[in-house]
Each structure stands twice: as C-alpha cells, then as structure tokens.
C-alpha cells in the first residue's frame, strides 16, 4: 500500500468508529428510542407532504435518513399506516417529554435538510417546513451548508 491508500484506510476506519459511536449512542437510550423514532418518521413525513410528494419522496428519503438510523423501509411502511398525529404539536411533545438531546436532534436537522437540498430544487413549502422543524427542535438559525 502506498502512503495516499494507508490514508483513505486510516479515514474511512476513523469514520466507521464515528458512526458506531453514532449508533451505540442511538441505541444506549432505550427508553426514548420510541420517541426518537417517532420523531424521525413524523419529521421525514411532514417534510414529504410539505412539498405534495408522494411514497416515491418517502422512499428517497428512507435511502438516506431512516438507514442511518436503521430503519427498514418495511418498519416504516408499517409504522406510518399505525401513526395518528403527524404533526408539529406532536413532535414538540415528543422532544419534550422525552427530553430528547440536542446532538440527536442537531444530526436528524443536518440529515433533513441534506435531503431538502439534495436536488438542488427546494420549494417554498419545503423551505417553510424545514424552518418550522428547526424552530420546533430548538436549533441554531443554520446548523449546517
């Protein structure tokens, strides 16, 4: 191995054990795992219907977000036909009651509006809804470009 590859190795293996971290963090919090859940799926469902999308958009943003948080399109299919209140209230709630963390919420904000602005094309109502969700998680006015 030359010195460039022991470099992208020694990254890539730094990267691995962030995201393990990441995970054992996610997963050490059992009693708000549920809470956290539904705060992901309520979030990326509200960003969905805020720009009129369709399944398909929830499908886009299961590749990206509900795998970093290893949810199964299978979970959340089933999960979002159970779910009854998809809404800010309800997400507030959530965070509320549940005390959720700022670096959890913080790292699904990024995750959203990676997503938002993956395209390139974000729409006012989209743009409107990530505002709302970034007031609701009581967020920094940017937290990520």
């Known amino acids: 191995m030359n010195d460039n ?5 020694l990254e890539v293996m730094e990267s691995i054990d962030k995201e393990l ?12 795992l549920l ?8 979030s990326c469902l509200m960003l969905a219907r805020s720009d009129g999308e369709n399944f398909e958009e929830l499908e886009k943003i ?5 795998a970093r ?5 299978k979970t959340v299919r089933k999960y979002c036909r159970s779910i009854e209140d998809v809404s800010l209230n309800a997400i507030k709630e959530d965070i509320e009651k549940y005390e959720l963390d700022k670096e959890f919420l913080t790292d699904l904000y990024n995750d959203l509006f990676t997503v ?14 990530i ?9 920094p006015f940017i937290t990520k470009l």
Not at 5 to 9: R, S
Not at 116 to 129: F, I, P, R
């Open 21 to 32: 971290g990441r995970l054992e963090k996610f997963k050490e919090e059992k009693g708000k």
């Open 35 to 42: 809470a956290k859940i539904r705060v992901i799926v309520r």
């Open 5 to 9: 590859e022991v470099q992208i190795k």
């Open 116 to 129: 938002a602005y993956a395209d390139g094309d974000v729409s006012t109502k989209e743009d409107k809804m």
């Open 62 to 66: 299961n590749n990206y977000i509900f």
């Open 131 to 139: 505002s709302k969700l970034q007031t609701v998680f009581k967020l």
């Open 69 to 73: 948080y290893c949810l199964s399109g």
